[in-house]
Structures are given as structure tokens and as C-alpha cells.
């Protein structure tokens, strides 16, 4: 709840910056208490750091990178972004999750956790001068912040569909670029066969095919 509140009142990088700084001074605790630093019990110094570094994570570093990732990439490439992003976050947790017993064992838990800390330093310098700040910005705006100024309008505009064919003696709308028609069509007379324009009807029997007829057809049925 106090993440939903911030992130759009603070914005997202000072969101992300106080959450791995809480981050990081939780794993500082965490690792005096396991060397055996700690004011008072060991056992609730550890309880109230864990605590500590879920509400830290809760702030900002849980959700904001995911939402980040949504609003900067384009509407044709933002699912494929999205996608690779949740795989190699979820990929990392799977790696960690198994990594901390191996090295629980090998290094002891003040070590780790020191380690923890360096790498949320390293993690707030990164968001500090590399991630971009997108909160209360238009989708064409942070389109635009990765995105060359005259690619925006083509990856942020919709799929148009093609123009449906119009009805028998009307024109179809010409799409940009394309030369117009030399020779108008006009309408047929009901149940009479194309006629050009500035002519007069056939009067005489003609073949019609489709409620048009075929000029070879009625120049040799005319004649």
C-alpha cells in the first residue's frame, strides 16, 4: 500500500533509490548480528533486519522494475520486453534461491550478506544514472526517451486495416502515394451495362457477365 502511494507521488527512481538503500543497511545489520554485533539479542536483531529488508524490498524494488518496463517499450515490442524481463528476474531468484545454502556453507552468513550490500550499492548507483524516470509522463513520452524522435509516431500508432472493396460502379479510396485513376467510373443503369463516361448507352444487345458487360463482347455484338 505505502509502495501504490509513493510511486506516483515521489516517482519511480527515489522510490527504487530508498528501497535499496533500506536494502542495503537491513544486509549491513544482518551481517553484524551473524558475526555477533549486535546491541542486545542476536536472535531479535536478525528478526527485526528480515522484517526490515521485506518492507525495504515491498517499496520499490519488487514492482517498480516490471512497471518500468511496461511503460518505456513500444505497444509492438512491449510484450516480448516484458517477457524477457520477468524470465531473467525469475531465472536470477531461481540461481539465488539455490546459491545461498552453497554459500552459506562455504563463506558463513556475515560474508553474504556483506556481499548483499555492495551489490544493492552497485544496483542504487545503476538507477541512479542509467534508469530513466517515467512517472506522470504520456506513453508517446517515455516511448520517446529510447526511441529516436521520428520513430515514435510509427511505434506507438495502430495497425490500420486495408479499405474493404467498395460496391459495383463507386471508387475505392486510394491509399497515400498511389497515382489516381485516369478514367472515372460511373454507375450502371439498373440492369444495364457499364457505360464509360461521356457516351451514350447501347442500345443494342450486349453480353453482360456479373451486371457489367465485356467491351470485346458488345463491340462484336454491336457491330
Not at 536494502?23 to 527485526?48: E, K, P, Q
Request: charged share 15%; glycine share 8%; with cysteine.
Amino acid at each position: 500500500m505505502v509502495c501504490s502511494r509513493m510511486v506516483d507521488y515521489m516517482g519511480r527512481k527515489p522510490c527504487m533509490l530508498a528501497s535499496l538503500a533500506g536494502m542495503c543497511l537491513c544486509n549491513l545489520a544482518m551481517a553484524s548480528a551473524a558475526a555477533g554485533y549486535a546491541l542486545g539479542s542476536a536472535r531479535d536483531a536478525l528478526d527485526v533486519a528480515i522484517i526490515s529488508f521485506a518492507f525495504f524490498y515491498g517499496l520499490g524494488m519488487a514492482a517498480i522494475p516490471m512497471l518500468i518496463a511496461a511503460e518505456l517499450f513500444p505497444q509492438h515490442a512491449r510484450g516480448t520486453a516484458i517477457s524477457l524481463t520477468l524470465t531473467l528476474y525469475w531465472s536470477y531468484v531461481f540461481v539465488e534461491t539455490f546459491a545461498y545454502e552453497l554459500a552459506l556453507d562455504a563463506f558463513g552468513a556475515s560474508a553474504i550478506h556483506v556481499f548483499f550490500a555492495v551489490v544493492c550499492v552497485v544496483g542504487a548507483i545503476y538507477v541512479k544514472y542509467a534508469v530513466l524516470e517515467t512517472a506522470n509522463r504520456a506513453l508517446e513520452d517515455t516511448v520517446a526517451l529510447v526511441i529516436p524522435h521520428n520513430d515514435v509516431r510509427v511505434a506507438t500508432a495502430p495497425s490500420r486495416p486495408s479499405p474493404a472493396p467498395g460496391p459495383t460502379g463507386t471508387r475505392r479510396p486510394l491509399r497515400a502515394g498511389s497515382p489516381p485513376s485516369r478514367m472515372p467510373t460511373t454507375a450502371a443503369p439498373s440492369g444495364g451495362p457499364w457505360v464509360p463516361p461521356g457516351s451514350s448507352p447501347i442500345r443494342t444487345r450486349h453480353t453482360p457477365t456479373r451486371g457489367r458487360c465485356r467491351p470485346a463482347a458488345c463491340a462484336t455484338a454491336c457491330c
